[in-house]
């Protein structure tokens, strides 16, 4: 449906910020919301932030109060801007997007937080 190419990820110290990109190309007219979502090693993929084209975002509660879920490029590129970064934050982000019949899933981003 929609291919998703992902940015921003890398290695920075607790306390820092990293700002992550999701950009969607193909059939993004039936797009109706994004999200991020990450996978440490040994866990399961887990929600971070959502949004959709019409309603406001969500966020895990680990994420509530430091990232920042919102949309740009006329709502086919999602932003996630993470601050306070702990270690625990350290996984591979995905991207993906939520269609009107299925989801297609980006490559996914490596971030690592460790002093």
């Given at each position: 449906q929609v291919q998703l190419v992902e940015s921003g990820g890398g290695l920075v110290?607790?306390?820092?910020?990293?700002r992550l990109s999701c950009s969607a190309?193909?059939?993004v007219f039936s797009i109706y919301g994004m999200g991020?979502?990450?996978q440490a090693p040994g866990k399961q993929?887990?929600?971070?932030?959502t949004l959709t084209t019409t309603g406001p975002a969500n966020y895990s509660d680990s994420a509530k109060d430091r990232f920042t879920i919102?949309?740009?490029n006329a709502k086919t590129?999602?932003?996630l801007q993470m601050?306070?970064?702990?270690?625990?934050?350290t996984a591979v982000y995905y991207c993906r997007a939520d269609q009107y019949f299925g989801y297609d899933w980006g490559q996914g981003t490596q971030v690592t937080v460790v002093a």
């Open positions: 110290q607790p306390g820092g910020s990293l190309s193909g059939r991020w979502y990450r993929r887990e929600m971070v932030a919102s949309w740009a590129t999602v932003n601050n306070n970064l702990k270690p625990e934050d």
